[in-house]
């Protein structure tokens, strides 16, 4: 059959014109015989210059993106069509009977520039006309959308990197109506971080790249903070290595002046004022007279976005002055996520709002999930407060991706949501995670580029056109895993709430699912497509494996096994590179998820193993069941909460293997937690140490055994003993062979306090705890 280009809906009130309605079919391409030739400047088909990418200037960037473009609409229209379509690299040429595809200079020539222009000539125009066809736009970037605006409208779809991601329609025939398109991206950028360049440029990511990272003491020399020690921030009562008094109007005037050398010499589109990542600033008097006097509920911490504004407006208003087109991108991030209060927003500094402390699986929409309403009021208060921002959310879940993870729900509601509130700069984090969230990052982009799409057109698009006859039983297994992440009332970051969300029969039914989609398949791309969610999956169910087996204290195996999986996912993520899978990365060549999972569990499963190989363990399985109660002060153990006979009948209980404080209700809660439990001792042989081992924590743990508080004893010798361990995901064991009695009961009980700031809304036991004797 014909497969005609149709004019579409309009891709961006803001941006867009629509001159023409169809009136006659031009035909490129007719019962597989090639009518058409595409006609560029020969500049833009030169080869690459010498020399590495990221040193290329930004003309010549685009300029090779064009020409690799223009070679995408002759290898595409041959693909859809089986013709060949000849390059000529010059002027156009008349031919009888050849239709003439002009690109570029050319087609400005021959039509005049698009009717609408945009932010960062990103204005792109299509005029099908009988006789010639023009591609053309405000760039060569510009040019470059409008080659793929024809593709896109011919069906063409790009939606995992590597080349069993793209999905094209076959057809012997192929003409366009007549018309004359004008338009424009609905965000001045778009991207994602790990995608090869041909599945970005194909999506049409890009634009002016908001520079908004971590980078604004860099800006100060060490020798400008010794010749002025009144520059330098004063964190614990003493100067700081890196961090600056932001009140003081000569560091912004020095700041200023390190960028105005710097432009006079290299232009620049814009200019990060984040500060280094971190919790700590200053706690000078004049520092925190500047604050706006807002309290930032998730990090328990006085906002710091009016502090961090007053010299951000300094600096941009001083180097504005000169170069006024430059922007100034400031993360709103960590204490400074909260819109101002007091100061205003220069008209040049775009907010990167990073809401790294909020919800990570959820919609924003569900407001039983903790900080969903703040979350929204602040993407509402910097989209009035602000010309326009920049929004990175998080494409994975913090600090655990290798687990399926569609995101479809949450980012159906949260993209329009942020796109309505005046998003111009769509870039999240993402990792290459094409794997487990392939629609999420695919998603993303697409409503970036045209807001009026409906998500759930894109998505059904997706899973009809990637899986093929497996479609229905593929969109089953995601729809299936995406509402287990919204549907479960666990809002930590990490691994430790998948106990409570990824239950044994939630993860049998996803295997069930899959099943059917391996069952459905009918092609061998349509087994590609599925096998890499397949063996996504398996991997999972192992991890999952694992969580239980710590658990239930099975022991002897997990070390192994966790080794198993860490080599499991870097044989996946060099396999599935092309895809951008598995997390492999090049700065993670053991995949960013096993590096997590090296932070988060490794050290726990060794030393299980060690203990189950090594010691007789005492309890049936290790002890899970305690009694909790929140402590704000350290009053518990006046109030004996310690002691054997105090009464913790009216303490909620709680599973430390399944729920985490976000899940009981302590999202943010800075500060302590007691558990209490009682095990019953078999007898010891006489002389024999008894241990206690606390398999990971979140903050510090001081011990009390029938009343006794035990001191951690230092591996090194040389070291004191302390009343108190403190060390994030270590396992830890402690001496209590003086607190017990062989054959009888013991009352314990740990007071956990959550001692440094982290985003995942964990504190407390992560893990169970066991008592153990010497062999």
Not at 138 to 161: H, N
Not at 600 to 606: A, I, L, N
Request: charged letters at 25%.
């Amino acid at each position: 059959m014909n497969r005609k280009l149709l004019p579409r809906p309009l891709l961006l009130i803001l941006f867009l014109s629509f001159a023409t309605a169809a009136m006659a079919d031009v035909v490129l391409v007719e019962d597989g015989r090639a009518r058409a030739k595409i006609f560029v400047a020969p500049a833009v088909m030169a080869d690459d210059l010498p020399g590495a990418k990221h040193l290329l200037s930004e003309t010549e960037k685009q300029r090779e993106r064009l020409r690799d473009s223009v070679k995408d609409l002759a290898l595409y229209l041959e693909k859809i069509s089986g013709a060949p379509i000849a390059i000529v690299a010059g002027p156009p040429m008349q031919e009888a009977g050849v239709m003439q595809v002009v690109v570029g200079e050319e087609a400005v020539k021959a039509f005049g520039p698009p009717a609408k222009t945009a932010p960062f000539k990103q204005g792109f125009r299509v005029v099908i006309a009988p006789g010639k066809v023009g591609l053309l736009g405000e760039s060569d970037l510009a040019t470059s959308y409008a080659i793929y605006e024809v593709l896109d409208r011919l069906g063409c779809r790009w939606y995992m990197p590597g080349e069993w991601g793209e999905v094209i329609p076959k057809t012997k025939t192929i003409a366009l109506p007549e018309m004359d398109f004008s338009s424009a991206p609905g965000t001045i950028y778009r991207g994602i971080w790990y995608a090869d360049d041909d599945y970005k440029r194909r999506n049409r990511h890009g634009g002016l790249l908001l520079h908004a990272g971590h980078a604004l003491e860099g800006y100060i020399s060490d020798a400008q903070r010794k010749e002025h020690p009144e520059w330098v921030a004063e964190v614990g009562g003493k100067p700081h290595k890196r961090r600056l008094k932001w009140s003081n109007p000569a560091v912004a005037d020095a700041i200023g002046d390190y960028w105005l050398e710097r432009l006079a010499k290299s232009p620049v589109d814009s200019i990060s004022l984040s500060p280094d990542d971190g919790i700590d600033f200053d706690e000078s008097k004049e520092d925190k007279a500047i604050d706006g006097g807002d309290f930032d509920t998730t990090s328990q911490s006085v906002s710091l976005t009016d502090r961090q504004l007053v010299i951000s407006n300094r600096v941009a208003t001083r180097i504005g002055a000169q170069y006024p087109n430059v922007l100034f991108g400031m993360l709103a991030y960590g204490p400074s996520t909260r819109p101002p209060v007091r100061e205003k927003v220069h008209p040049n500094i775009v907010p990167q709002i990073a809401p790294i402390t909020y919800s990570r699986s959820h919609p924003m929409t569900m407001d039983e999930v903790p900080d969903n309403k703040e979350l929204r009021a602040l993407i509402e208060g910097w989209g009035k407060a602000a010309k326009m921002t920049s929004v990175y959310f998080y494409a994975w879940f913090l600090a655990e991706p290798s687990a399926p993870n569609p995101m479809i729900r949450k980012w159906s509601v949260d993209v329009p949501f942020v796109l309505k509130n005046n998003c111009q700069f769509w870039q999240p984090e993402t990792t290459a995670n094409f794997e487990t969230s392939m629609h999420a990052l695919y998603l993303g982009c697409r409503l970036a580029w045209n807001p009026e799409l409906k998500p759930a057109d894109i998505i059904a698009e997706l899973n009809t056109g990637f899986y093929g006859h497996a479609a229905k039983e593929m969109t089953a297994y995601w729809d299936y895993i995406d509402d287990v992440w919204v549907s479960t009332p666990d809002y930590s970051g990490c691994g430790f709430g998948y106990m409570k969300r990824w239950t044994p029969e939630r993860l049998a039914r996803a295997r069930e699912l899959m099943n059917e989609g391996l069952a459905a398949c009918a092609t061998p791309l349509e087994i590609q497509r599925v096998k890499i969610a397949d063996q996504s999956l398996e991997l999972f169910e192992l991890f999952m494996k694992l969580r239980r087996d710590q658990a239930e204290g099975h022991w002897a195996t997990v070390a192994a096994e966790a080794d198993q999986w860490r080599k499991r996912i870097s044989y996946l993520g060099t396999k599935y590179k092309p895809q951008s899978s598995f997390t492999l990365m090049p700065w993670s060549p053991n995949t960013l998820s096993g590096g997590y999972f090296a932070q988060f569990y490794q050290k726990s499963y060794d030393e299980e193993s060690r203990v189950a190989k090594e010691f007789t363990l005492l309890t049936p399985k290790p002890l899970r069941e305690f009694r909790y109660e929140a402590a704000a002060d350290k009053s518990g153990e006046d109030q004996g909460y310690a002691a054997p006979t105090f009464d913790d009948s009216q303490w909620k209980t709680t599973d430390v293997c399944v729920d985490t404080w976000s899940t009981l209700g302590y999202h943010a809660w800075f500060k302590s937690m007691w558990y209490r439990t009682k095990a019953t001792l078999p007898p010891v042989p006489k002389g024999k140490k008894i241990f206690l081992m606390l398999t990971s924590t979140d903050g510090s743990a001081k011990v009390f055994v029938n009343g006794k508080p035990i001191p951690y004893s230092e591996t090194d010798p040389k070291k004191a003993a302390r009343d108190v361990f403190d060390g994030y995901c270590q396992p830890v064991s402690f001496d209590i062979t003086d607190a017990v009695k062989p054959n009888s009961d013991c009352q314990i009980a740990i007071l956990c306090t959550r001692t440094e700031f982290n985003e995942l809304g964990t504190g407390g036991l992560l893990g169970p705890v066991a008592l153990y004797r010497e062999k």
